[in-house]
């Protein structure tokens, strides 16, 4: 179970079980040539299977792979960029703008 996607909506990272159904997002914001994570939520019924980790490496990899930076605004995402440094070349500090770009996406 590690087949991870991103949503056809753009907005998201997804990991799927082994009957193909959601088990996990990763959910973000693009804008100016970054990538902003803010949330990641593994459903309770998954946890404690390493699908988490399993999702947001594939989200950061895949987001090098675009050509993008990576701002953790996730805490989730924060500790793991923190302490794994395969990500140090495209992980920038978050940025007053990023924060503006998420807080638009939430709220509308």
């Given at each position: 179970m590690s087949d991870v996607r991103k949503a056809e909506s753009g907005d998201r990272f997804e990991i799927l079980?082994?009957?193909?159904?959601?088990?996990?997002?990763?959910?973000y914001v693009d804008s100016e040539?970054?990538?902003?994570?803010?949330?990641?939520?593994v459903?309770?019924?998954y946890a404690g299977q390493g699908l988490g980790r399993t999702l947001v490496t594939?989200?950061?990899?895949?987001?090098r792979e675009d050509?993008?930076?990576?701002?953790?605004?996730?805490?989730?995402?924060a500790r793991l960029v923190e302490r794994d440094h395969q990500?140090?070349?495209?992980?920038v500090p978050v940025s007053e703008?990023?924060?503006a770009a998420?807080?638009?996406?939430?709220q509308g």
């Open positions: 079980d082994d009957a193909g159904a959601i088990a996990g997002r990763a959910y040539g970054s990538r902003i994570f803010f949330h990641t939520k459903d309770d019924a594939a989200a950061l990899d895949a987001t050509g993008l930076q990576v701002m953790a605004m996730c805490p989730y995402v990500w140090d070349d495209v992980v703008a990023a924060i998420v807080e638009r996406r939430t």
